[in-house]
């Protein structure tokens, strides 16, 4: 009877010592410690309104006609992104000028043709084998039966701007000396409209072994402003950021709350929400394989799907602050001393 009750004892002493969960959550807030701050915010103001501007007249013109996919007009996006890469002096993962992962039409449905993932890369100085993929859509909708050409600037043509910019300004930081650790790919999807299908593509293909994908940031629509923000237009839904990783959650709110202070809005995080946006957009496909994500969404408005979603009606200041936002969360990431950690293997959480 006496062992029992000391090792009874034992046991209730261990169960009280053991941290509530709670202090573990501001135990693993506390071990995020911010690198090379100066050095980001020097890069992320590379990063303009007027760039973002020039560039989204020209990817949400009539020129790309909706950017359907597998139609021409989406191939004239794909080769304008392709081009803007080589300009840059921004390589591929794929060598030499081959930046297209092709989608074969056997993979879609009967009534679209073959399409391509855009792909562009900067090459990690320490580890290079750690891969962080930012994405965005480059498809759209194409034209109407009544003729309309849906440009899709805010859908996704705001995303792929911001990951052009984001490109430029990491490799002018490795022409100066300060690359990333890690290796960053800029990863343009196809096929998003009809149903995530460039994005599955490429997990089922992946170019970088998913097991070293250690974050994936997918933007689609961050250039505008939704109903519910409309007298408090500085803000971001954040959809997915602690599903899989609390440490990703908290890093995102450091470096917002260090440099930024957008609203982040985690309405449609909420799980069970009517929306479902946490399926609904790329990032979803690399969840599914346990890869953490953060979608960037400004929501829905009275263009989306639209031919009414047009350049003018993108706030660029707006989508300048949103875009360095981004950039400098993948900046951390990409040069912290250890890689982001999903929970059920973050020593701090068990």
């Known amino acids: 009877m006496k062992t029992f009750y000391i090792l009874s004892i034992m046991v209730l002493v261990g169960t009280c010592a053991k941290p509530k969960y709670t202090t573990k959550l501001k135990n693993l807030k506390e071990s995020i410690k911010l690198v090379d701050s100066d050095l980001a915010m020097k890069y992320a103001s590379t990063i303009t309104s007027n760039e973002l501007k020039t560039h989204l007249y020209k990817f949400s013109s009539n020129d790309f006609e909706g950017r359907r996919v597998g139609d021409p007009g989406q191939k004239l996006a794909a080769n304008f992104l392709k081009s803007y890469y080589i300009n840059e002096g921004v390589k591929s993962p794929l060598g030499d000028d081959n930046y297209y992962q092709i989608i074969p039409s056997s993979f879609f449905s009967k009534k679209f043709k073959s399409s391509e993932n855009v792909l562009a890369y900067i090459k990690g100085s320490e580890k290079p084998d750690e891969v962080i993929i930012i994405s965005a859509h480059l498809d759209h909708l194409g034209i109407s ?3 309309q050409i849906n440009n899709g600037a805010d859908d996704d043509g705001s995303g792929t701007v911001a990951l052009m910019e984001m490109a ?3 490799n002018l930081a490795k022409k100066e000396g300060y690359g990333p650790k890690r290796s960053i790919l800029f990863l343009h999807l196809t096929a998003e409209e009809i149903g995530k299908r ?16 250690i974050t994936n940031l997918n933007i689609d629509m961050i250039g505008r402003v939704d109903d519910n923000h409309k007298n408090n237009k500085d803000y971001i839904y954040l959809i997915g950021s602690d599903r899989l990783s609390k440490e990703l959650h908290y890093t995102s709110e450091k470096i917002n709350n260090t440099f930024f202070n957008i609203n982040l809005d985690y309405k449609f995080n909420i799980i069970g929400e009517g929306n479902d946006y946490y399926s609904r957009s790329d990032h979803y496909n690399f969840a599914l394989h346990d890869i953490p994500v953060i979608f960037y969404f400004n929501g829905e408005h009275a263009d989306y799907h639209k031919a009414t979603d047009t350049p003018d009606k993108i706030d660029y200041p707006l989508l300048e602050k949103r875009t360095k936002l981004i950039f400098a969360t993948a900046w951390q990431i990409a040069n912290q001393e250890h890689r982001i950690t ?3 293997d973050n020593e701090l959480l068990k």
């Open 145 to 147: 039966e009544d003729g």
């Open 198 to 213: 460039g994005s599955e593509y490429y997990t089922k293909h992946p170019v970088f072994n998913l097991e070293n994908t």
């Open 342 to 344: 999903i929970d059920r």
């Open 168 to 170: 430029q300004a990491f």
